[in-house]
């Protein structure tokens, strides 16, 4: 079973930043749309960011926009989050995402491999 690896969760205070990574598996997934999708307690996951590298497009859910970036090492086979300024709002559980076509979707049932999520928690 193929599963992607998050890390980069934790604790941190509002305005502060966070990365988080998801390594995969190999030099295949390059060419998959990736997403980082995210659930807090009591609410449906939502897609905050996905990208089709090959078209060079990206989507960011409206209440990230200027403050998160998804963005990918090649070399390493990593796919990063860069959290920027961030809101008790953005408290969730975040996931990693791997679509095995092109083009990026934002709904969770289009993605066929995931990681196993990594909390992030942001005090006021």
């Known amino acids: 079973q193929v599963q992607l690896v998050e890390s980069g969760g934790g604790l941190v205070q509002a305005g502060g930043s966070l990365r988080l990574s998801c390594e995969t598996p190999?030099?295949?997934?390059?060419?998959?749309?990736m997403a980082w999708f995210r659930q807090a307690p009591g609410k449906e996951r939502e897609c905050v960011a996905a990208?089709?590298?090959?078209?060079?497009?990206?989507y960011y859910t409206d209440s990230v926009k200027g403050r998160f970036t998804i963005s990918r090492d090649i070399a390493k086979n990593m796919v990063y989050l860069q959290m920027n300024s961030l809101k008790p709002e953005d408290t969730a559980v975040y996931y990693c995402a791997a679509r095995t076509r092109a083009y990026y979707s934002t709904r969770e049932d289009d993605y066929d491999y995931w990681g196993q999520g990594t909390q992030v928690t942001v005090s006021s």
């Open positions: 190999g030099r295949t997934f390059s060419t998959y749309a």
């Open positions: 990208r089709s590298w090959n078209y060079g497009t990206i």
